[in-house]
Nanobody
Framework: QVQLVESGGGLVQAGGSLRLSCAAS????????MGWFRQAPGKEREFVAV????????AYADSVKGRFTVSRDNAKNTVYLEMSSLKPGDTAVYYC???????????????WGRGTLVTVSS
């Protein structure tokens, strides 16, 4: 079964950029739809972005559309989340997830990483 490890989080000033990576191991990465979710302190987990098996169909939450870009490199078993024009409201733990269904619902994703913290200062 695929295991996922996120990296790339950190502290950034508002307006800055970060690139998150999620490396997969132990399975056939290209068989999975990959999603990014986030959970801010005291809030529920929310959908951020999803990309299909071939990387040809990205989709985004309205709150990040135009600022975030999801992509994947199946040769490297990695999915990325490029984040720009970051806002304090983007502060959260960011999780990548793998599933069999192209969806924005967390319940459709079977495998989750442990998350990486992104903090955006004002």
């Amino acid at each position: 079964q695929v295991q996922l490890v996120e990296s790339g989080g950190g502290l950034v000033q508002a307006g800055g950029s970060l690139r998150l990576s999620c490396a997969a191991s132990g399975g056939t990465f290209s068989n999975y739809v990959m999603g990014w979710f986030r959970q801010a302190p005291g809030k529920e987990r929310e959908f951020v972005a999803v990309v299909n098996w071939r990387g040809t169909m990205p989709a985004y939450a309205d709150s990040v559309k135009g600022r975030f870009t999801v992509s994947r490199d199946n040769a490297k078993n990695t999915v990325y989340l490029e984040m720009s024009s970051l806002k304090p409201g983007d502060t959260a733990v960011y999780y990548c997830a793998a599933g069999r269904v192209y969806s924005s619902r967390g319940s459709d994703f079977e495998i989750w990483g442990r998350g990486t913290l992104v903090t955006v200062s004002s």
